[in-house]
């Protein structure tokens, strides 16, 4: 099977995502317990705004770049052009947050981050969400998915090592993590340049009205839409940082990235699924994009719920491991966040769709309602009894509780407007059962070693491991026994499995080429 077919760009991705993602989670964990709560709850603080406002001021753009790169070839005049955009983005805020805004402003905006170390997060998220993953969109548009994880996962290594040294050496502070993502991304971004071919790419006739119309089309929903995003994700943050402080913070965001495991399979396909949609949709080939879709929902809303159902009894034990002493309070908050990816993946995989179709209207819909119903929510979740306006004051619990439930209803909310569009049937049962399900089977499994431990005791990495043993043999038997929860036959089950253990065979694809 060649490289750039779907099954193994997909099998590439997940293996290339989870190495990537254990490294990234490695230097998470050791950079939280060396900052301790409350340095690592600024440094978290930083990551989010400033992501926050990245969003913001990309409008649409990275997408339409991405998904006009995945319906048909372009030539180098068209990704030089965008490149120029990005590196006009850049220099204005940054000459505005650096001689144009007051210390006072900077000080209410950030909550009492120093300016200079604002100004290397800036440089740092800018590099890693928009020039690096401008790359990474060309990659993937010409179907290099292997290249593009060995980079990311290079950048991931290099970061890892770096961290470790610095900690070993002269120790960690925030200051230096920052220094640390700019000097690998700008070492990484020139050998990219090359590795991913963006200097061949076509010499086409450019088409600058054509590219114009197109981009407008696609963004003009978008500016409005990033603007509510922003807004929804900096309120969040900045409520939870004045409110709850840095130590609350940190309980959200270090739950907030351990989550991320839980999402690692359906990171792995998105960007594989974005190009294959826009190119079925492209062609017409409706019959496709429903096979694509609905299987793909199906199947990382369960992978999620697998992982989630499986962490969620060991979040003490994790925190406690993990983490050290200062995050002990916030094992709660890590529980519930594991609950957070098992709609995340499903809100993930719909959005997509929206943008691969260049449907960014109902992607503006949905963030509407999704805004209206977030902000005063995050308000009265977050602020103290004695505010102005009172609160629950619930801090990063109160917080994680609105993130998960929220994400059901927005999830399910864009799933069935995609629905509605397309004359499809709304997909839902499959989350009600697969939740209940694997939910139930994580909190057996624990109970049941844990009565095993009463009478052998047990050491803790002994308990973890006879656990996942279970609860995979109990997960794996009910998938087995309902292959519909993850959109296939138990033939096609079968089929891929074998496809798994033996990539030379061809059986029935869960993504097939032809989507039949």
Not at 140 to 161: D, G, P, Q, W, Y
Request: aromatic letters at 14%; charged letters at 15%; hydrophobic letters at 55%.
């Amino acid at each position: 099977m060649s490289n750039s077919s779907v099954k193994f760009r997909f099998l590439f991705s997940v293996l290339g995502i989870i190495i990537r993602g254990g490294l990234n989670f490695l230097s998470i964990v050791i950079i939280a317990r060396v900052l301790g709560a409350d340095n690592f709850g600024e440094f978290a603080f930083l990551l989010a705004s400033l992501t926050a406002f990245w969003a913001l001021l990309d409008m649409g753009t990275s997408s339409a770049f991405f998904t006009l790169l995945s319906q048909k070839p372009r030539n180098i005049q068209f990704v030089l052009i965008y490149f120029g955009w990005q590196v006009f983005l850049f220099s204005l805020p940054l000459l505005i947050i650096g001689w144009v805004l007051p210390n006072e402003w900077i000080d209410f905006i950030w909550v009492g981050s120093n300016k200079n170390i604002i100004l290397l997060a800036f440089i740092a998220v800018f590099l890693q969400q928009q020039t690096w993953q401008a790359l990474v969109h060309i990659g993937e548009s010409k179907r290099l998915t292997k290249r593009v994880h060995v980079l990311n996962i290079s950048i991931a290594a290099s970061h890892l090592l770096l961290v470790v040294i610095a900690w070993q050496t002269i120790g960690l502070s925030i200051e230096l993590i920052f220094g640390l993502v700019i000097l690998e991304y700008l070492l990484v971004v020139p050998v990219a340049w090359h590795v991913l071919f963006v200097k061949d790419m076509g010499s086409g006739e450019w088409d600058g009205r054509g590219v114009w119309k197109a981009y407008r089309n696609y963004c003009v929903p978008l500016v409005f839409l990033g603007c509510l995003t922003f807004g929804m994700n900096i309120s969040d943050r900045w409520f939870l940082q004045y409110f709850g402080g840095s130590k609350e913070q940190a309980f959200f965001s270090i739950g907030n990235q351990f989550s991320v495991v839980c999402l690692l399979l359906t990171t792995s396909m998105i960007r594989v699924f974005w190009k294959e949609i826009s190119e079925a949709l492209e062609s017409d080939n409706l019959g496709r994009v429903k096979v694509l879709f609905r299987k793909t929902c199906r199947t990382f809303f369960i992978a999620s719920a697998v992982f989630s159902g499986f962490l969620i009894p060991w979040s003490k034990d994790i925190t406690q491991i993990f983490l050290g002493p200062s995050f002990k309070e916030g094992s709660v908050v890590l529980a519930v966040m594991f609950l957070y990816p098992i709609h995340q993946s499903l809100g993930q995989i719909s959005t997509t769709m929206l943008m691969a179709s260049s449907n960014t209207k109902t992607r503006l819909l949905v963030g509407c309602v999704s805004m209206s119903i977030s902000i005063p929510v995050s308000y009265f979740v977050q602020a103290s009894p004695d505010a102005l306006i009172s609160g629950f004051g619930l801090g990063a619990e109160g917080m994680a509780w609105k993130m998960v439930l929220l994400n059901i209803i927005w999830a399910n909310l864009t799933v069935w407007l995609i629905s509605k569009k397309y004359k499809w049937e709304f997909d839902w049962i499959y989350q009600v059962v697969g939740l209940v399900i694997f939910l139930f089977l994580g909190w057996i499994s624990f109970e049941i070693i844990n009565a095993l431990d009463v009478m052998v005791p047990l050491s803790l990495m002994l308990k973890a491991c006879i656990t996942l043993l279970l609860y995979s043999m109990l997960s794996g038997l009910v998938i087995w026994a309902l292959p519909w929860l993850v959109g296939m036959t138990r033939k096609e089950l079968k089929s891929n499995i074998s496809y798994v253990l033996a990539p030379n065979r061809i059986g029935i694809q869960t993504f097939s080429a032809r989507g039949d």
